[in-house]
């Protein structure tokens, strides 16, 4: 079986990719896939939010165990298969790509293919241009102290470093999309 992910990103109009992967591939094989489609370092910490249908994260998926108590389960990406995890259409995940500013992707399964399979992972549409992978601190935060000492209390740092406070939904519909037929 494949999945079909549709990206957007809270911080770029009109970006969008689609990642087709195999239901057997781990969640480290579609953050390969996602890192590749946007020319992003693959060794950067990131990790996966499984979601509620209104992004409330549920669980985490991540690169690497970083000392978390020994109480609470921890899902690893290399150790994690899609299937086990993703169940339904129109699951959400966030895909959270800079840690240390909590900058991500918002993704969502729109599509499973019963009886197909697919080896690697495919990137089947790729639109607009992708937010950088990191941002250089010293700027951010030579802006952040302009804006707290023109402005008193006002931290409203414009959409150039978090992107837009919410997006729509509709950026995930398929439709004006021509999608590449990949198991021909």
């Given at each position: 079986m494949t999945f079909t992910f549709n990206i957007i990103s809270?911080?770029?109009?009109?970006?969008?990719r689609v990642i087709v992967v195999d239901s057997s591939a781990t969640f480290m094989e579609l953050k390969n896939a996602i890192c590749d489609s946007v020319n992003y370092d693959k060794n950067q910490f990131c990790s996966f939010f499984l979601?509620?249908?209104?992004?409330?994260?549920?669980?985490?998926?991540?690169?690497?165990?970083?000392?978390?108590?020994?109480?609470?389960d921890v899902f690893l990406m290399d150790d994690c298969v899609l299937g086990d995890f993703i169940e339904d259409v129109g699951?959400?995940?966030i895909f959270n790509f800079d840690y240390m500013t909590d900058r991500s992707f918002f993704m969502e399964m729109k599509e499973m293919t019963p009886g197909k399979s697919l080896k690697d992972p495919l990137c089947s549409i790729s639109r607009g241009t992708p937010p950088p992978q990191t941002i250089d601190f010293d700027e951010f935060n030579a802006k952040l102290d302009a804006q707290?000492?023109?402005?008193?209390l006002d931290l409203g740092l414009d959409d150039?470093?978090?992107?837009?406070?919410?997006?729509?939904?509709?950026?995930f519909?398929?439709?004006g999309f021509e999608v590449t037929d990949f198991n021909e």
């Open positions: 809270d911080e770029v109009e009109n970006f969008k979601c509620e249908g209104n992004w409330e994260k549920t669980r985490e998926i991540t690169m690497e165990d970083m000392g978390s108590s020994s109480d609470e699951q959400r995940l707290t000492s023109d402005s008193g150039e470093y978090y992107g837009e406070a919410s997006f729509n939904d509709d950026e519909d398929e439709s």
